[in-house]
């Protein structure tokens, strides 16, 4: 392991000397280590590299700097000969830091796009094949069974098929990386990664599914029609759902039995002469426990290996980012800046505000006062919905002198804070309202506090009667209730959010409070802009179409994490 490390110290040094800073991913060699392959084989796929001069690693370094180009020598081109595989062998190859993002960030997408619909809907059935089937294109993963020379071809509109797996393998394994660090994010990662492989396998038509199978030395080949017809009989009696007419349109394949042990346990299948003969249908779960296997291993040794990454000042903070990521849309640009006026905000709390700012917005009307986790979690939110500086300090001395603290003590000890949030003090930064991530996974309410997510933070009894209150029918406090207790919180948000607007199905994916808020507001105003209904004073206009002039461009996820952590500072109780 010395040996290698000084020799990746040796490869960044070459790197950065040649590439004048350019930022590369490291080689195979770390990646490999990392990606749970162990250390002897590291060496095999080394092979002459450490014997080279500076000069050929240079050389080799060059050819893949490229964003998107092809390259000129491919070791990994028989990776990609199938559309699907079991990431076996780590990538071979260098990116650059800005692809290394995009690729988690995209494959991060589909991977809670498949929770979110493993959740909503029956998995395979046709809603949910469908479903996934439009999000896998949209995100430019593959799903084409073969690659033809037109696929192939870079001039084509959009990515190739290549591309999409080369795209596709190299997110894999960044995921790995980020997800490997906790027993609970192992987990998720592996259930999220068997659901995607069971849609893609089960896509795949018999004559790829087989060839799947050679190529991974799963050698499970299908039995001649001579032996079906023997074994009819018994066939039909041991498979489920299988007839005298099916079991000849039925492949089935000849399996070692230790290998179809989950299957054998259920006597789903026919055994003889030491094998198990399964049915077609039946096939992805002996495919499946391969692949949990492999990548449950990997993983515990990616684990291990981890510390390895983190002395890289570039890749430590993305992947701890990732695995509590936000990948929607940023709501720190202000689009309905100046539409919202302040005599709104309490009708808009009851009809288009999510549960958690509902229950902050009227903590904050019953007591005059939020602590600074509320402020902060609250105030975001409501600048995201389009309250001006002038409206939030206005709105929040408001409230605050019908309590414990006057107007001159309110300018001295809160107004300050409140500039910080919109960027006009300290370093300006324009900060971003709360995901629903970062709501979920940030530290959890105390006695008076009312931040936070209440199907994550709240006593279910509790929640419970919340619900009640605000008149939700008995059904839908149990589907919720449902949700809560299988830890999907953002679902049953978006389960309140159908029960409150009196739909069956929200249509979208939610990851934001203020996605909860547009969206609702969409759906109020017939799919129309917010509309503001009272007018604002003439300066308070000014000011909305002064700071409308200038966006802000948009933090990256790392920069925002660091600067939400200066502005907890400013949000202290006396």
């Not at 068997?194 to 795949?204: E, I, V």
Request: glycine share 6%.
């Amino acid at each position: 392991m010395r040996v290698l490390d000084t020799w990746c110290r040796c490869w960044f040094s070459t790197a950065s000397a040649r590439f004048n800073g350019d930022v590369i991913f490291p080689p195979s060699v770390r990646m490999s280590l990392l990606a749970g392959i162990s250390e002897q084989e590291v060496k095999q796929q080394r092979g002459s590299c450490c014997c080279s001069s500076r000069s050929s690693q240079l050389k080799a370094i060059m050819q893949f700097t490229g964003r998107r180009r092809k390259l000129t020598v491919h070791p990994q081109n028989e990776l990609y000969g199938h559309c699907l595989q079991l990431y076996g062998q780590p990538p071979l190859e260098n990116i650059s830091l800005s692809e290394f993002e995009t690729f988690a960030v995209e494959r991060l997408k589909l991977l809670k796009t498949v929770e979110n619909l493993g959740v909503s809907f029956v998995k395979m059935s046709e809603q949910y094949s469908k479903k996934l089937h439009a999000e896998i294109s949209g995100l430019n993963f593959p799903f084409r069974s073969e690659v033809d020379e037109s696929s192939l071809s870079k001039s084509q509109a959009g990515p190739s098929e290549y591309e999409k797996r080369r795209k596709d393998h190299i997110s894999h394994f960044i995921l790995r990386l980020a997800y490997c660090q906790t027993e609970d994010l192992r987990r998720w990662f592996i259930q999220q990664e068997m659901d995607l492989f069971r849609y893609r396998f089960a896509d795949l038509l018999p004559k790829y599914k087989t060839e799947f199978l050679h190529r991974n030395n799963l050698k499970y080949d299908t039995i001649s029609l001579e032996e079906k017809k023997k074994l009819t009989d018994q066939l039909i009696n041991s498979s489920y759902g299988l007839s005298g007419a099916t079991i000849v349109e039925q492949d089935f394949y000849k399996v070692p039995f230790q290998d179809a042990l989950d299957l054998v346990r259920t006597r789903k299948v026919f055994l003889q002469g030491g094998y198990a003969y399964i049915p077609h249908q039946d096939i992805v779960t002996i495919v499946l426990n391969d692949f949990r296997t492999r990548l449950s291993k990997a993983l515990a040794l990616t684990a291990r290996s981890l510390p390895a990454v983190q002395s890289d000042e570039r890749l430590q903070p993305l992947l701890n980012h990732l695995s509590h990521a936000y990948v929607g849309q940023d709501y720190s640009i202000q689009k309905n800046i100046g539409k919202v006026s302040l005599e709104q905000i309490d009708a808009l709390s009851a009809k288009s505000f999510p549960l958690c700012m509902r229950q902050l917005h009227k903590a904050l009307r019953d007591s005059h006062h939020l602590r600074h986790g509320g402020r902060m979690q609250y105030g975001l939110f409501l600048k995201g919905i389009g309250l001006t500086l002038e409206q939030a300090l206005q709105f929040w001395r408001s409230e605050f002198i019908r309590g414990k603290v006057d107007a001159d003590k309110f300018d001295k000890a809160y107004a300050y804070s409140i500039r910080h949030m919109f960027g006009k003090e300290g370093k300006r930064t324009d900060y971003t309202p709360y995901s629903c991530m970062k709501v979920i996974l940030s530290n959890p309410p105390s006695q008076g506090d009312y931040h936070g997510c209440p199907f994550r933070h709240s006593d279910p009894e509790l929640l419970k009667q919340k619900l009640q209150s605000y008149k939700l029918s008995p059904s839908g406090i149990i589907q919720i209730l449902d949700l809560v207790k299988g830890m999907h919180y953002q679902l049953a948000c978006q389960k309140y959010f159908e029960l409150t607007h009196n739909i069956e199905d929200a249509g979208f994916s939610l990851n934001h409070p203020n996605q909860y808020f547009m969206e609702s507001q969409k759906l109020l105003s017939g799919g129309k802009d917010i509309k503001k209904e009272v007018e604002m004073p003439q300066k308070v206009q000014e000011n909305a179409a002064a700071n409308g002039a200038s966006v802000q461009p948009q933090p990256n996820t790392t920069q925002a994490e660091e600067e939400m952590g200066d502005l907890d500072s400013y949000f202290l109780d006396e």
